[in-house]
């Protein structure tokens, strides 16, 4: 049990310094220092770095994945979820403006490296991308479902990009709105033309 838990913090710890410090700037004897373990104890665990990203990719992957489930539980119509998707930006506003989406930068980053990671992290976008076209389906938009859970993304990749480098919280909260009004503008136009 106790290697168990020793490996989790290692992730854990290891998520937080990629998205504050970036993957290329945080070397494993930063982890090991943060973790408090000796290198020999460290390589127990983890023989590479890369390894490490896999961990925290999927830590990544399993939260989200989480977080959405309980959202399709919690909001009662697809309105209120996609809702919920566009509040996060809120929620996380500090930790935005600080160091940016944690899925964006990541992939970013790894994108710039060519490394044979990206396609892994990418799926974290895939997760949100497939789980919003499924709430604008079951809103009668079938046909334009992908489309419309693309644009929210890009929307919401360019707030959180722009947001960081301005470090505006204000920002956030009007593009929010904007957001949210185009969520309802979006679902009254389908309403009306189905004479709802």
């Given at each position: 049990m106790g290697s168990?838990?020793?490996?989790?913090?290692?992730?854990?710890?290891?998520?937080?310094?990629?998205?504050?410090?970036?993957?290329?700037h945080t070397s494993f004897a930063d982890i090991a220092a943060r973790v408090s373990l000796s290198r020999g104890h460290f390589y127990h665990h983890f023989k590479a770095k890369d390894d490490i990203l896999e961990a925290v990719i999927e830590l990544r992957r399993q939260r989200t994945q989480a977080m959405l489930d309980g959202w399709a539980i919690e909001a009662p119509n697809p309105v209120a979820r996609i809702g919920r998707?566009?509040?996060m930006m809120v929620m996380n506003g500090a930790k935005i403006r600080r160091h940016g989406?944690?899925?964006g930068t990541l992939c970013t980053e790894l994108a710039k490296l060519e490394h044979p990671a990206l396609p892994h992290a990418?799926?974290?976008?895939?997760l949100f991308r497939e789980w919003l076209a499924r709430q604008f389906t079951e809103l009668g938009r079938g046909h334009q479902a992908d489309t419309l859970a693309m644009h929210l993304l890009a929307r919401s990749q360019g707030i959180?990009?722009?947001?960081?480098?301005?470090?505006?919280?204000?920002?956030?909260?009007?593009e929010v709105e904007l957001l949210l009004k185009w969520l309802?503008?979006?679902?009254?136009?389908?309403?009306?033309s189905q004479g709802g």
């Open positions: 168990l838990s020793t490996r989790n913090r290692i992730v854990e710890l290891a998520d937080q310094l990629f998205y504050e410090r970036g993957y290329e998707f566009i509040h989406c944690p899925v990418n799926q974290l976008f895939t959180a990009t722009l947001a960081h480098a301005f470090d505006d919280e204000g920002f956030i909260h009007q309802h503008d979006t679902n009254t136009a389908l309403q009306t």
